[in-house]
């Protein structure tokens, strides 16, 4: 297949270029890292690019960890940038007609979180032209841009840094993780399986393995040597503590193969590496 993958360059965008093409696929790349002409707030950028491809991935969505999403989410240029990236996004697709799969998150019915309230509107856009819902839960892998880092790459980050994480709450709340190679894998079968699959099932891209925080920060204190845990004593205020319950319905198409402690693992050697160049 020759797949259009729109933020490319991305934390998940560029393992999956990299899965797709050792699987034998053509791949297009897309993402605004790379040139500003492909800057998915401008509709005109997408119009060639698009006539190419045989499916189309929409990854691109501007996002970070927790950290990322308490500092700008309630701003008006993260609110703009997203609400403009998928209007012009969703009207070529519908222009062209092609079949995609839009990466929404576990999020998005949690309405008082502008991310979540706006996946749930891309969800709505998704359902309306015939597309694939996915829904992501805590994706993990390198990431270039350490101000959208994530959970599992800041405590990593820090304890190689500094030997000491230090939490931003006391880390009760309880995540699921899924790797990101796992990730690509599923978007290549259902990529694969896209005419087949009902689109009135639920696709929740997920381990179905629950982690508190702090067990991910002790995860990867034993891990590296001498380094310390300092919890916080805030509670989570990005989630609140609402809990969704995965539907399970995309375990009889794939199964997630790589558990947290291997993904962290992979993740320690992979930053050690970059740090000591």
Same mark, same amino acid.
Request: proline share 2%; net charge negative; hydrophobic share 35%.
């Given at each position: 297949m020759k797949y259009l993958i729109l933020g490319s360059a991305g934390q998940i965008g560029e393992p999956l270029c990299g899965y797709l093409k050792s699987n034998g696929h053509e791949v297009i790349t897309f993402d605004i890292v790379d040139s500003q002409k492909q800057d998915l707030r401008y509709q005109d950028t997408l119009q060639e690019t698009i006539k190419d491809a045989d499916i189309v991935i929409f990854l691109a969505f501007d996002v970070g960890g927790s950290r990322y999403l308490k500092k700008y989410q309630h701003t008006f240029d993260f609110i703009n940038n997203n609400a403009r990236i998928m209007v012009n996004t969703f009207e070529v697709l519908k222009e062209h007609n092609k079949p995609f799969i839009f990466t929404s998150s576990q999020m998005s019915n949690m309405s008082y979180s502008p991310y979540g309230a706006l996946k749930s509107i891309g969800e709505y856009y998704t359902n309306a032209l015939g597309g694939l819902v996915v829904k992501f839960w805590n994706v993990y892998g390198p990431e270039k841009n350490h101000e959208k880092s994530h959970v599992i790459t800041d405590f990593i980050l820090k304890a190689i840094k500094n030997k000491k994480i230090d939490m931003l709450t006391d880390g009760t709340e309880e995540r699921q993780f899924l790797h990101a190679t796992d990730c690509c894998r599923c978007l290549e079968i259902l990529?694969? $399986?896209? %005419?087949? !699959? %009902? $689109?009135?099932?639920?696709?929740? !891209?997920?381990?179905?393995?629950?982690?508190?925080? !702090?067990?991910?920060?002790?995860? *990867? =204190?034993?891990?590296?040597? %001498?380094?310390?845990? *300092?919890? =916080? !004593?805030?509670? %989570?205020d990005v989630q609140r503590d609402m809990i969704n319950k995965p539907d399970k319905f995309i375990l009889s198409l794939w199964k997630p193969q790589i558990s947290i402690e291997e993904g962290i693992k992979d993740m320690i050697k992979f930053y050690s590496e970059e740090i000591s160049k």
């Open positions: 990529s694969a $399986r896209y %005419d087949q !699959i %009902d $689109r009135e099932k639920q696709l929740h !891209i997920t381990s179905f393995e629950w982690n508190s925080i !702090i067990e991910i920060a002790n995860i *990867v =204190s034993d891990n590296i040597s %001498d380094v310390t845990v *300092v919890p =916080s !004593i805030k509670k %989570d």
